[in-house]
């Protein structure tokens, strides 16, 4: 290709890149945008979901500490009558 041709076409893009910089740059900060909202929709997600699980345990408390207790009086028992080697 020419040198002559290759100036030519560098400056025909060099002109479209300064013609649509306005829409790139608008492009770009939808897109920032729709970034930061999907983060923050994901975030208040992540907050819901370990809400209810904090309100599923605390209802289904009643079930799950008697049980936790059971477990901790037999590990407590178990490690009593464990002899000292």
Avoid: Q
Avoid at 21 to 39: D, E, K, N, R, T
Avoid at 40 to 53: I, K, P, Y
Avoid at 65 to 70: D, E, K, M, N
């Amino acid at each position: 290709m020419n040198t002559f041709l290759k100036a030519v076409l560098l400056i025909l893009v060099a002109i479209l890149a300064v013609k649509f910089l306005p829409a790139i740059l608008a492009l770009g900060f939808m897109l920032g945008l729709s970034v930061v909202a999907l983060g923050a929709v994901g975030v208040s997600l992540l907050a819901a979901v370990v809400f209810a699980a904090t309100v599923f345990g605390a209802v289904l408390s009643p079930l799950w500490v008697p049980g936790l207790i059971v477990v901790g009086v037999i590990v407590l028992l178990r490690r009593s009558s464990r002899r000292p080697a």
